[in-house]
């Protein structure tokens, strides 16, 4: 459960998003979810990892950081009148580890066999 906290203050977050060798993940997704699993904030880091954003939402929330190839990564987080207003989020992104099925290509040419209604006469 969340509340808008419309006279409250407003909470400043940033960050950044690295792979486990510390290099920047960049345009990975991070979203701030409810407690109904609702989106209620999303923003991108920028091609350096980087990202910032505000809110003034109060209550008990799941923030998710995810892009393709990674894991996704969440932590929960809550807000209030008392909270800092400014928290720092670094995100550590594990690669995701995918199994594909074996595909078998060959190079059989397909044969195409049409019947032509037509009747050629050949001169001789």
Avoid: W
């Avoid at 459960?1 to 419309?6: A, K």
């Avoid at 990202?51 to 929330?61: P, Q």
């Avoid at 670094?90 to 580890?97: A, D, G, H, Y």
């Amino acid at each position: 459960m969340f509340t808008l906290n419309l006279q409250g203050q407003t909470i400043s977050f940033k960050g950044s998003v690295k792979d486990l060798d510390s290099n920047p993940v960049p345009f990975a997704s991070i979203s701030l979810k409810n407690g109904s699993n609702s989106i209620v904030l999303h923003t991108f880091a920028d091609s350096k990892g980087i990202f910032s954003f505000k809110t003034d939402l109060t209550g008990r929330f799941l923030i998710s950081c995810k892009s393709l190839g990674f894991e996704e990564s969440t932590e929960y987080i809550t807000l209030d009148k008392n909270s800092e207003p400014s928290k720092v989020l670094n995100f550590l992104l594990k690669e995701k580890t995918m199994v594909l099925n074996e595909i078998v290509a060959n190079n059989s040419p397909r044969v195409v066999r049409k019947k032509i209604p037509y009747l050629i006469k050949l001169s001789t």
